[in-house]
């Protein structure tokens, strides 16, 4: 799908999560946002915490929606619920939409390190695995001055900045994540 930035309003799907490490499942939730800030869809899934489900539960998600007018994905973070590692490659390839993964600073911790220490060698391998094929992120700095961390996949830097500055109207945080981590916090507090 070519993401046509020109248009009025084309729509981003954000999605974020929420979770407790004491329980077994988070929660992710999708909100459908045009760039006139017009909300226009919720869907929401679960995966596993520590699990190897990100992917396919984000995935899932979408199908959730029956859409076919989503022109971008907006996630907040590539590793979800504790070493929950997403691949976003195979997120674009299945759904034909650019996918953006945002964080909102530079890790500090050694993910590889405490993977390792987490996790049975053959599980640890196949989450550095996908670490690795993420690669780094890119730092940018947005039109509000605040700098985010991206990975994209199906979209340029380029025109990944530009979207971001379409959705962003203050700090660092693009509407559709922030209503969607919104969304998924209210959705976990009530499943609690």
Excluded: C, W
């Amino acid at each position: 799908m070519t993401l046509h930035l020109e248009k009025k309003a084309i729509r981003v799907l954000g999605i974020a999560e929420s979770f407790r490490k004491e329980e077994k499942y988070s929660t992710l939730a999708g909100v459908v946002i045009r760039s006139d800030l017009v909300i226009d869809g919720f869907a929401h899934s679960k995966l596993k915490v520590s699990g190897s489900d990100a992917t396919s539960s984000t995935i899932d998600l979408y199908g959730h929606l029956h859409r076919n007018d989503i022109n971008a994905i907006m996630i907040s973070g590539s590793v979800l619920s504790l070493y929950n590692v997403l691949d976003i490659d195979e997120i674009y390839k299945e759904l034909k939409i650019p996918v953006v993964a945002l964080s909102f600073s530079k890790s500090k911790s050694n993910l590889v390190e405490n993977i390792e220490s987490r996790f049975p060698e053959k599980i640890a391998k196949g989450k550095i695995n996908l670490l690795e094929k993420l690669g780094p992120s890119s730092r940018m700095r947005l039109e509000t001055g605040y700098d985010v961390y991206v990975r994209n996949a199906g979209i340029s830097d380029d025109l990944s900045k530009r979207l971001l500055n379409k959705f962003t109207l203050q700090g660092s945080l693009p509407e559709p994540v922030r209503v969607a981590r919104l969304l998924a916090k209210s959705i976990a507090t009530v499943r609690n």
